[in-house]
């Protein structure tokens, strides 16, 4: 019972390591995927109107990410749009890996995906 009490503690700091972390890498995988499927967009978004264009590829992006705290996800889209020029689709989403209420590890969820316009 001595022996439990004292390795349940690490135990369970480190089960909540191990979920924490998943919850993170779950939202690297989801930034990703939306990503990837904005750049699909923007590859193909050349014959929308000028104007348009950047704009479907953002909406594509928090579309694929539904999941994700929209007010907390950045898209950006750079491109001239010309046929047989890249489209580059940028996503970023923070994160934080909290034990116990101690921030172990924070920062940013980065995502880049560069596709050729058609």
């Known amino acids: 019972?001595?022996?439990?009490a004292l390795v349940l503690p690490i135990l369970?700091?480190?089960?909540?390591?191990v979920i924490q972390f998943g919850i993170a890498f779950n939202n690297y995988l989801a930034v990703t995927d939306a990503v990837r499927a904005?750049?699909?967009?923007?590859?193909?978004?050349?014959?929308?109107?000028?104007?348009?264009?950047?704009?479907?590829?953002?909406?594509?992006v928090r579309d694929s990410a539904d999941n994700l705290d929209q007010a907390k996800l950045g898209v950006t889209?750079?491109?001239t749009f010309a046929a047989g020029e890249d489209v580059t689709?940028?996503?970023?989403?923070?994160?934080s890996i909290n034990i116990l209420g101690?921030?172990?590890k924070s920062g940013d969820l980065?995502?880049?995906t560069t596709e050729r316009v058609e």
């Open 1 to 4: 019972m001595v022996e439990f």
């Open 12 to 17: 369970l700091m480190l089960l909540l390591g």
């Open 38 to 60: 904005g750049a699909r967009q923007g590859a193909v978004a050349r014959y929308l109107p000028p104007g348009d264009r950047c704009p479907s590829v953002e909406n594509r």
């Open 77 to 79: 889209c750079a491109s």
């Open 89 to 95: 689709v940028t996503a970023t989403y923070p994160y």
């Open 102 to 104: 101690m921030v172990v």
């Open 110 to 112: 980065t995502a880049t």
